[in-house]
């Protein structure tokens, strides 16, 4: 399957098991909860992104890391897990895209990841920084998604899922989460036309969770 690189390789024997024809997307979810950093001259520097995996795939994933046998798993037993997650994001643009003012920004790599496990639970929390301070003064737009909807990204309930530290008063945000297909969507999208979808597809955009600042 050319769209799965690295950041999934974990759960190919999942996807193994699915039948054929069956509506089995996306394979993993994950619950968001984001900040967008703005410094004292509005403008943007880094994204903030805490993501909460589901359970089967926390579960899969951490088999056999508890090296200790204690019962329990360690950011330390999980560093090499967590360095393999975001080391590969780059191959999937992060799955975040954002614009100040209407321009694009670029990325740099991620800096102070890591895991941790709780109640069950996978979560990634990594910083985004913006390669070069990005002008918002006016507008900030950020979009959460997967293209090829291979991982459904969901932000957590509430208005407090999106924060905007250092943002000057009174900008204010406005969240959009995306809708969900509804059954008969789901029974048309079968295994085969997923495993069609490469890297590059935009077919998740629909799904996209959108976060809109706007200051005065």
């Not at 390789?9 to 909860?33: D, N, S, Y």
């Not at 897990?81 to 975040?96: I, Q």
């Not at 998740?204 to 809109?212: D, E, I």
Request: proline content about 7%; hydrophobic content about 40%.
């Amino acid at each position: 399957m050319p769209r799965i690189t690295r950041f999934l390789w974990l759960i190919l024997p999942l996807i193994a098991g699915f039948a054929a024809p069956a509506a089995a997307h996306p394979h993993v979810w994950v619950t968001a909860r984001t900040d967008i950093v703005y410094n004292d001259k509005v403008e943007v520097t880094a994204i903030r992104h805490v993501w909460t995996f589901d359970d089967a795939y926390s579960s899969y994933a951490t088999q056999g890391l508890d090296k200790n046998g204690d019962g329990k798993l360690s950011p330390e037993e999980l560093a090499d897990l967590a360095r393999v997650n975001v080391e590969s994001l780059n191959d999937f643009g992060y799955f975040t895209k954002g614009k100040a003012n209407g321009k694009a920004i670029e990325f740099a790599a991620p800096t102070d990841y890591g895991l941790t496990f709780d109640k069950g639970q996978l979560t990634l929390r990594f910083t985004l920084p913006v390669k070069a301070p990005a002008p918002a003064n006016r507008l900030f737009a950020l979009e959460i998604y997967d293209g090829t909807y291979f991982v459904s990204f969901a932000l957590a309930d509430g208005d407090d899922a999106v924060e905007i530290p250092g943002a000057p008063k009174g900008c204010a945000k406005t969240i959009t989460r995306p809708h969900q297909p509804d059954p008969a969507q789901q029974q048309q999208l079968s295994e085969a036309f997923f495993n069609s979808l490469s890297a590059t597809s935009n077919f998740g955009f629909q799904f996209a969770n959108r976060v809109l600042v706007a200051c005065p």
